[in-house]
Each structure stands twice: as C-alpha cells, then as structure tokens.
C-alpha cells in the first residue's frame, strides 16, 4: 500500500507501535526495527524513530526496551507487562503517533502478533485502533493454512464497524480455486475477501528469526551461521539478487562453503559459548585448509577475536573467542547508533567506498582493520574499523552487502577461484524490478478501488 499511495502522489508512513525482533536498522533519532525502516525506503522517506516507538529485543532472561531510537530499559517479561510500565509505552506510543499524524496525510499502522489474543496487553492492534480511529485491513497468510477460519474469528473480536476487507497474502494456487471461497465468506460470513497476494520467494527482508530464510542453489556457496541470538542476518537479503550465488542458513558449520558470515549478535559472549558447543571453531579451521574465506558482521566480528572483555551484555568480564582473528573487543556502555560510510582498506574489494549503518557496544583492536570510517550520522570523521588477516575478516558495518560494487568484487573474487566467469553489474536483479513486479501483482490480484474508497481518497 506504501508504494501505491506514493504512486498516486499521496504521502504516507508507516508505523508499528511496538515490534519485537532483533533485526534492527537506524532512523533519524536512533534504532528502529529493520521493518521500518525497508517500509520507509518502500514510502520513498527517510526512517525515523517515531515510525517504531518501541523496539524490543529477547534476550536469555528479560527484554531489552529501545523506546524512540535510544535503549529505555532491560525488564523481565513480568516488569513489561505491568499496568505501569504499560502505560509508560502507551503514552509513548501515542506521542509519536500524533506527531507523525500531522507530518504525513496517511499513515499504514502495521499490527504485532496476533490481535487475538485478548489475554495479554496489546499495544500495537486493539489498543491503536482505539486511538487512531483508523479503519483496518486484515491480511492473512493462506500459505500456512487456517487462513479463513483466522479472518473470521478476528473479525468477531475487533468488530465489523470498522473493518474494510481482508486479503490473502502467499497464494500459491489457482485462483478459479479460491473464488469459491471468497464467494463462500461474503454470502454467508458477510466477511469480503478483497482479493490476494501471489506467493513469491522473496519478498523483503526478514523480520525475525522465526521467519523461515529460504535456502538457494548456487556454485558459490555462502553460509550464515545461525546462533541463539543471532541478530540482523537481514544482511544476507542482498545476496538473493546475485545469480549462481548459493545461500543457507544452518545452525552448525559444515565445510564446502565457498564464504562462511557470521551475523551479529545480540548477546555475542552466549553466541560464542553455543558456537563452542558445536566444534565451530575446529571446523572453520578445516573450512580455511580447503579455502573457504570467514567473514564476521558486527558481534561476528567480535566473536573471530582472540578476546572479548564484557561488563554491558553479558556481564562475564573477560572471555576467550574464537580466535580467528588476533582482535580484541572492550564492550563498553556508550553504544553506537549510526548511518556510516567508509572505505575498504584491505581485502579483495580494497579501495571500495561503502554505506551502512552500526549497531554495537564495543570496540575492536586489529592490527590490521577492515575499513576506514569517515562519516557517522553525517558527521566527518577517521576512525579505523574492523579486522583483516586474508581470508578471515570483519566488519562493523550492517548493510555491507548492499553496496553493488563491495559485493561485486567480493563475489567474483570468489568465482576466479573457481575458475568462473565474473558477474557483471548487469547481471544483479534491482530491488526496484522486483517491487514493481509485486507491486503490479498486488493491484492485478487485489481490489485496491473498495479500499481507495473506504479510506476516502
């Protein structure tokens, strides 16, 4: 809908008042839920804190709060839900609605979860329909099952007076198969099915570790490694518009991959004591005899180091990592928030300017860094970055494989080694291709007049 407002020359937002996942990005005033901001991007805006006023991260025992862009608190799921700190973000959440409400003609408020479930606060579905006003769409995931008796059922707990339609999003099949019931639902549910969603495969890029990440075949193969509080993998996302390049995900690390990436963390200490669990150091060490190369994002990176000295996340002091790189990493408590550019100082892809942004605690000592930063939250700098010893090596810039020309050199450094053809920029799918093709769906398979009207536009 964000795409087809901006077409029509309407500006319109979007907004989730609460998202739980540790895939984060940064907006103007800090971190925000990755969703948001690929949402803004899809809106042609620039993200902002008040697009995501509550931003919270599980971790092993309690819940890490970012409220408007900055860290608020770390609560126990009891502490979360009580009637004070509930009110807290309510009032929260209420203030950045209203602000963004006078900035924009339209905002698309996105729910959490299940509005159902009427046992539990409920921040972001009943609690914004409440106080917006708005009218709602229910979108429904046929691609799981169960989606109609889902509709109806929530339609019976939010109520009819508001309700504008329903739409069925992944449908895989024919679509004289579903007319049926969609025909079915209005007569004698008086629920109307707008219309539907083809299924893609890739769509956008994932919002939390329970969204399962296709795997894809490819004769360079590339390997994230899936840990407990593995966080941002969404970096892997750009990876899917490069053709012939393989991508899995698994929880162990296993040998024939051509690039083994750690992601980042959101509490690397425990990342690293999982990884010890599962030989991951002995087999990356047999993955490098055979000419694998290791990269590390953010707590990846830090978990390749010698050393971690830890007193903010996991509180365990000094702690020995993985040791693939001679780095050693001081978490402190000033955390880094930041767009950043940089350029690559070493490596296969040496001299190339890149974009991205940095979520961490923590500072890395390497002899050798990775890349030079020279701009933070649009403020000049030159700060060493990263760690680099040949084939193993780290950066602390999200994003990284956004940048065309990074990924390029990288990827066909890769492919010379095995004696492949390099890709060439003309080659790599364009994200803009692949959201005109959905785009064109969604307004071919959904009817976007009764919703235009609804809305009154």
């Known amino acids: 809908m964000l795409k087809h407002f901006r077409k029509k020359g309407i500006s319109a937002a979007p907004f989730k008042a609460l998202n739980i996942s540790l895939n984060a990005g940064v907006g103007r005033g800090g ?30 025992n309690d819940l890490y709060v970012v409220i408007k862009g900055k860290h608020a608190a770390t609560v126990t799921v009891d502490e979360f839900y009580s009637e004070e700190f509930q009110a807290y973000l309510r009032r929260e959440i209420e203030d950045s609605f209203n602000r963004l409400s006078k900035k924009y003609e339209l905002l698309v408020i996105e729910g959490t979860g299940a509005p159902t479930e009427i046992n539990l606060p409920d921040l972001s579905n009943r609690y914004m329909l409440k106080i917006s006003g708005a009218k709602y769409l229910l979108v429904s995931d046929i691609y799981r099952g169960g989606s109609l008796a889902s509709i109806l059922g929530t339609v019976n707990i939010l109520g009819r007076e508001r309700f504008i339609g329903a739409v069925l999003n992944r449908y895989s099949g024919r679509e004289d198969l ?28 994932w919002e939390d570790s329970s969204d399962s990440v296709p795997s894809r075949y490819g004769r360079i193969k ?14 892997a996302f750009p990876l899917f518009m ?28 425990k990342d690293i004591k999982y990884l010890e669990s599962v030989n991951a150091k002995e087999e990356l060490i047999e993955a490098l005899k055979n000419g694998s190369m290791i990269m590390g994002i953010c707590g990846g990176l830090q978990a390749l180091g010698e050393k971690i000295i830890d007193n903010v996340e996991s509180k365990v002091g000094e702690y020995r990592g993985l040791s693939l790189l001679k780095a050693k990493t001081l978490m402190n408590s000033s955390k880094v928030v930041a767009s950043s550019r940089a350029k690559v100082i070493d490596g296969p892809a040496k001299g190339t300017l890149i974009k991205g942004y940095e979520i ?15 701009q933070r939250n649009n403020f000049r700098l030159i700060q060493k970055s990263g760690a680099y010893e040949g084939r193993v090596f780290g950066t602390y810039i ?17 492919r010379v080694k095995k004696g492949l053809k390099p890709l060439s920029p003309a080659d790599v799918q364009s994200f803009e291709d692949i959201y005109e093709k959905i785009y064109n769906g969604f307004t071919t398979f959904v009817d976007v007049q009764t919703i235009e009207k609804e809305l009154a536009l």
């Open 398 to 414: 999200h994003g990284i494989f956004e940048n065309e020309a990074f990924t390029l050199r990288l990827l066909n450094h890769l």
């Open 360 to 374: 961490h605690y923590g500072i890395t000592e390497h002899r050798t860094p990775f890349e030079l930063i020279y």
């Open 242 to 269: 490069y053709p012939d390049t393989g991508i899995n995900f698994q929880s162990f690390v296993s040998g024939g991959y051509d690039l083994i990436v750690f992601p980042g963390s959101k509490v690397t200490v």
């Open 178 to 205: 579903i007319r049926p019931a969609i025909k079915i639902m209005m007569e004698r549910y008086s629920i109307r099915i707008l219309g539907y969603i083809p299924y893609y495969e890739i769509v956008a890029p």
């Open 222 to 235: 590339v390997l994230f490694v899936r840990t407990p509080y593995m966080s941002n993998f969404t970096d």
């Open 31 to 60: 971190e925000i839920a990755f969703a948001q901001v690929f949402q803004a991007k899809i809106a042609g805006l620039e993200p902002e804190a008040d697009m995501n006023p509550v931003l919270v991260k599980p971790q092993e």
